[in-house]
């Protein structure tokens, strides 16, 4: 099955550290998406790529930015993290298959704390 | 805004009852709507989808019902289990691989089943 591989579990960062949350898919799946999940609020769309060097805005991309310079790799980049991007980051990815593409694989997640 | 929109926030159901979770929708463009389960410390994982040509689907204990008309659709795990305990989210999302598709998640349903 895919595997979509986040490189940590849990993060904790200081007011204005620059961040990078890491996300690794082994099935060669063109589509990336990273969301962000708050209890509430659901998992909200941050950025999504669907080629190398592709991305496209989600729903709430502001103090975010991405890096897709590999097929299988999407980072996550916070340029000075605040307390109010505390939160649980996912990774996806998704085939563009005509029978599979409707699928997305999620990584376990980033919790990450601002403090 | 709220593309989708998920009702209730929390349910708890004994052990061999039945829980409904409802979703609705806006985007009449929409015809793809997938339930993910979520384990804690998970990543969620595709559970059931449907299509907006029939009005129900059915997979072992979990069936989705769709009604186009009212722009609604909703998930029953009938014979709860605790094992089914978890955060479930309904989405929606357009088939087919093009620029800008994503799916829109509703905000979350914690199901807790007890013994």
């Known amino acids: 099955d895919v595997k979509v591989t986040q490189s940590s579990r849990y993060l904790v960062k200081r007011t204005g550290e620059k961040v990078f949350l890491e996300c690794v898919q082994d099935m060669d799946h063109e589509n990336m998406f990273w969301y962000r999940q708050d209890p509430g609020l659901g998992l909200r769309l941050i950025y999504f790529?669907?080629?190398?060097?592709?991305?496209e805005k989600g729903d709430i991309p502001e103090g975010y930015s991405v890096s897709r310079e590999k097929k299988e790799r999407f980072s996550l980049i916070l340029e000075s993290a605040s307390t109010n991007q505390t939160s649980m980051y996912l990774c996806?990815?998704?085939?563009?298959?005509?029978?599979?593409?409707?699928?997305?694989?999620f990584g376990s997640g980033t919790q990450l704390s601002v403090l | 805004q709220q593309q989708v929109k998920q009702s209730p926030q929390s349910l708890i159901v004994q052990k061999g009852g039945i829980s409904i979770i409802n979703c609705a929708y806006e985007n009449t463009a929409f015809d793809y709507f997938p339930w993910y389960q979520q384990f804690p410390g998970k990543g969620p994982a595709l559970l059931i989808a449907i299509r907006p040509d029939v009005s129900e689907k059915k997979e072992g204990r979990f069936t989705i019902s769709f009604n186009k008309s009212a722009k609604q659709f909703s998930l029953h795990i009938m014979d709860s289990q605790p094992g089914d305990s978890a955060t479930y989210f309904c989405?929606?999302?357009?088939?087919?691989?093009?620029?800008?598709?994503?799916?829109?998640f509703g905000t979350g349903t914690s199901l807790t089943v007890i013994p």
């Open positions: 790529s669907y080629d190398v060097k592709m991305k």
């Open positions: 996806a990815s998704r085939s563009t298959e005509p029978t599979t593409n409707e699928k997305l694989f």
């Open positions: 989405a929606a999302s357009m088939v087919g691989d093009f620029p800008g598709n994503q799916f829109y």
